[in-house]
């Protein structure tokens, strides 16, 4: 757990009351009253979205919205701060819901225009995805990766903003709707966080494949959209020096036989 905002952070957001540690986010978000303050180090990022996600159309889902301090600035001695929405993980994972999310999601996220920072950015997970997309050779080495790239093809795709992090970030409320939480933004097909989704899945859960490609069947390129998802986590993972990711087996045995 991370040390809470400091009380000048809390007021600059109009702040009131005591933090209090929210669960997941790794023990680094803070709730106060209706704001949620977490440690930030991309500023322009998060003026990024401040600007932009307020002209998204919440349409089946619940935004998460960046709260600007009360002179303008959108981060305040390291923190950022967004509007708390109700909601938790579910004891047993929605992933057909998370999906259905991503979709509908996407769809809103169609107008947001291209993001400039997102090519400036160089920490792992952003490494992961170049290497991914075929815009950087990888800088790991693994037999997995020989694997995923022998079968990795060319996709003709449109990109868009995504949220290239669902996985954990979809809380429900029932009966209102899935909120969606800490935007992680890439410019890639819509179909590729779906394809993050599945595979996280997968992997870190257990989830049954079958009706997760029932669920993303529809999604055209969706074979090659899996394999780089493969790709982008399994990079970003070595990146971090977990050297043991043999848990990685059931993605790489599904991306290959995908893109067969």
Known sequence: MSEPPGPSAVEAFGGRGIALSLAGGEGHSWRVGDLVLKPWEDPVGWTWLGEHLPTVREDGFRLALPVPATDGRWVVDGWCAQTWVA????VEPRWIDVLTT???LHRAFAHLPHPAFVDARTNPWSVGDRVAWGEADSPVEHPFMDRLLAVRRHVDL???????DLTENVLFADPMSPAVIDPTVYWRPPGFANAIVVGDAIRCSGADPAPLLAATARIRGFPQLFVRAVIARLVTTLLFDRRDVSYFEGDVRLAVELAG
Request: net charge neutral.
């Open 87 to 90: 909601g938790s993980h579910p």
């Open 102 to 104: 991503c979709d509908r």
């Open 158 to 164: 449109s990109s868009q903003v995504i949220h290239g």
